[in-house]
């Protein structure tokens, strides 16, 4: 079903355990109303994946996903052919007698030959539901291929040369995002509603930490999330995001650990921190500096349950 | 809708645009539909609604933020955006104050303003079997000794400089005739002609794309008589080539990418000068790095990288940090050169601490002081060698 206000998609991601903010939501609210694509930018592991995933359940509709590269072509995102099965089916046509070029022609380029990639599947579902559309990473693809989802983003069709012209019953819901390795041109973003999903506060970190792992202790929970708010202070190469929060707390968990030490801290450094001179700069001293300050703002952090 | 709040979002459009977000028509329209979605009266939702609408780059959040608070305080005051609404927009580079210094780049400083400096004994040029038209004598000439003609006639020259890099590999393939992969759905195609024989096969081979060139350059008060040739140097290179980051450093890290887009070079180096605020001060250049490295190496180094640091090595800033920087950057980019304006000159020796801990970490090391050397760098990018070369361990080598 497709929410019908702004508070009716929090409640609905909240209850598949994604917390969201007003912000967010009103993009994804009105991404769907719209039906235009939703454009997330973030740092790695902010959660910007998630929410393609998290769509896909709500709707109760199929997720197809796309995760981009360099070099990612038409071959491996829209279509390509049955090489083998064709070949197959020329002599099998060739054993039974068959002359005229024009039929086995017909015959084996056909849809049945066809490897349907992400973006065609999206565009032939035709349950009733249009699927959701993830298209991840796209920094990670080159300009070409953003010119060619410019063009199928505003026309909802491919042409393949041999059989004709696809067009998509209803547009997929489509969710692109960004680690922003590069700029993606303005053209491509101008077309979506664009997001930037920032690191969360004290407080939505610690929700979206119950949320999703409700069987830790509360009083390691606050820990947690008061550790690593201290340590995206800090000047890291690579800032944790929420994912590597998640991590970390399962790692603790897998240990046993009711409440954060410096000695386990400087063991399961390695699940937040992915440069080895930040492990080098943080473990020891500065955690515990950081450790003191986390506990100090952990008892007094107001507005939680 | 009321045409009273339709002629105010058409002014926000405007006002918008006016402090340098780019809001298109399309992007209007957007916002005025999603409108039908949300309660007008609510203005978080409305704010929320014009952001994820209007807005397409994070840059322009933070300025977004602030025109949207002042135009929906009052819609009906209008006028101009009140000066300084837009100056103090944090962004990631303004973390410390610098002594600003409103600099006339691309012109020398006015004469009173500051001591007159010795002469520099004049260079006798190795090569002395050169001809002596005009053009080879300002091809060998140092930029510190060139007039305002001369710098006309150097930018001339230095358009017709090619610039070609060697070429990177991409994972993306194209027919090729002598290529070394068979394309299976055109040699298909075509057998259909011969009864599905394979009579001729088809090739594909890997396309090739040009590296991104990202240069850094150091504008502190040692540099100050190469920096005015090099940043014509810097925009002459951002016009001939797709795919050039350019940034300046001296007490701090400024990109000046945007800035140099401008077609008209004094338009563009008045914009840098603009937007600089450490000229001709002192050199940090492992803290430039540092930040260099951790807000942009992961945006500009992508795809095969070649970077190019312009700098005499004076350092007045911490040798360990820049040591390690130096590593890093090294390790992420395809190929690193430093361009040192003093190795032009007979007898240097790079011997100051920033050199010395540099050192290690350089692909090659280049002089950079006439244009002869500029046409030297030119040939030497085009035959770089495909792979990259070893990298040293920094752990082992910092000990040195």
């Known amino acids: 079903m497709v929410p019908t206000s702004v508070e009716e998609v929090i409640r609905a991601l909240q209850a598949h355990r994604y917390i969201a903010d007003r912000g967010l939501a009103t993009a994804i609210f009105l991404a769907l109303r719209l039906g235009r694509p939703l454009f997330l930018e973030g740092e790695p592991g902010v959660g910007k994946t998630e929410v393609a995933k998290v769509l896909a359940d709500l709707l109760g509709t199929e997720l197809i996903r796309l995760q981009c590269y360099e070099g990612l072509d038409v071959h491996s995102a829209v279509y390509e052919w049955d090489y083998a099965r064709q070949i197959l089916q020329i002599r099998m046509l060739e054993a039974a007698g068959e002359r005229e070029l024009s039929r086995v022609r017909q015959q084996i380029f056909s849809p049945d030959f066809l490897i349907r990639r992400p973006l065609l599947q999206a565009l032939e579902a035709r349950n009733g539901r249009p699927p959701v559309l993830l298209i991840d990473e796209l920094d990670r693809a080159d300009e070409e291929f953003e010119a060619f989802l410019l063009e199928l983003l505003s026309d909802w069709q491919i042409t393949i040369p041999e059989i004709g012209t696809v067009r998509a019953e209803q547009p997929p819901v489509v969710v692109i995002t960004s680690n922003r390795t590069r700029e993606i041109h303005d053209a491509l973003k101008r077309r979506c509603l664009y997001f930037w999903i920032d690191y969360p506060t004290f407080e939505k970190e610690y929700q979206i930490v119950r949320a999703r792992l409700p069987e830790a202790p509360e009083r390691l929970t606050r820990q947690v999330v008061a550790f690593v708010q201290e340590l995206r202070r800090l000047d890291l190469y690579k800032v944790p995001g929420v994912a590597e929060t998640l991590d970390w707390t399962a790692a603790l968990l897998a240990l046993d650990q009711t409440e954060l030490d410096p000695v386990v801290i400087d063991e399961t450094l390695g699940a937040l921190l992915k440069y080895q001179d930040d492990v080098l700069k943080v473990r020891g001293e500065v955690a515990r500096d950081l450790l003191a300050k986390a506990l100090l703002q952990a008892e007094r952090a107001p507005g939680i349950p | ?400």
């Open chain 2, 1 to 400: 809708m009321g045409g009273y709040l339709l002629r105010h979002i058409v002014r926000f459009g405007r006002t918008l645009r006016a402090a340098g977000v780019p809001v298109t028509p399309g992007q209007m329209m957007t916002f005025v539909r999603a409108l039908a979605w949300i309660p007008i009266g609510d203005r978080e939702a409305f704010y929320h609604a014009a952001r994820c609408t209007l807005v397409c780059r994070h840059e322009d959040l933070a300025v977004f933020d602030r025109v949207f608070e002042w135009f929906w305080r009052n819609p009906l005051m209008g006028g101009a955006i009140p000066p300084g609404l837009l100056q103090t927009a944090p962004g990631p580079m303004r973390r410390q104050e610098n002594r600003p210094r409103p600099a006339e780049v691309g012109h020398p400083p006015a004469d009173d303003a500051r001591p007159p400096r010795p002469e520099a004994p004049p260079v006798i040029l190795a090569d002395r079997a050169m001809t002596y038209s005009p053009v080879e004598q300002l091809r060998h000439k140092q930029f510190e000794r060139f007039s305002e003609e001369e710098i006309a006639a150097a930018r001339r020259l230095m358009a017709c400089l090619r610039w070609r890099i060697h070429e990177r590999e991409t994972r993306r393939l194209r027919p090729a005739p002598k290529g070394g992969q068979l394309d299976v759905r055109r040699t298909l195609r075509r057998s259909l002609r011969h009864h599905g024989e394979w009579v001729r096969l088809f090739w594909r081979d890997h396309k090739r794309k040009p590296r991104p060139l990202v240069v850094l350059c150091d504008i502190s008060g040692s540099m100050e008589r190469y920096a005015r040739m090099l940043l014509h140097f810097l925009h002459a290179l951002s016009h001939t080539r797709r795919h050039v980051e350019t940034f300046v450093f001296g007490t701090r890290l400024t990109r000046i990418t945007r800035c140099l887009r401008h077609r008209d070079v004094d338009e563009a180096l008045r914009e840098v000068g603009r937007r600089v605020v450490d000229w001709s001060g002192g050199t940090r250049i492992g803290e430039c790095l540092h930040v260099f490295n951790r807000d942009w190496a992961r945006r500009v180094l992508g795809r095969g990288a070649v970077v190019m640091i312009i700098s005499d090595g004076w350092d007045r800033g911490d040798v360990a940090l820049l040591r390690r920087e130096m590593e890093r950057l090294q390790k992420s980019c395809y190929r690193l050169i430093w361009l040192n304006p003093l190795l032009g000159l007979p007898g240097y020796q790079p011997l100051t601490r920033g050199m010395q801990a540099a050192l290690p970490f350089i692909d090659d090391f280049l002089p950079v002081h006439n244009l002869a050397s500029l046409e030297q760098l030119a040939a030497h990018l085009e035959r770089l060698p495909p792979r990259r070369s070893a990298r040293r361990s920094g752990l082992v080598q910092a000990a040195v």
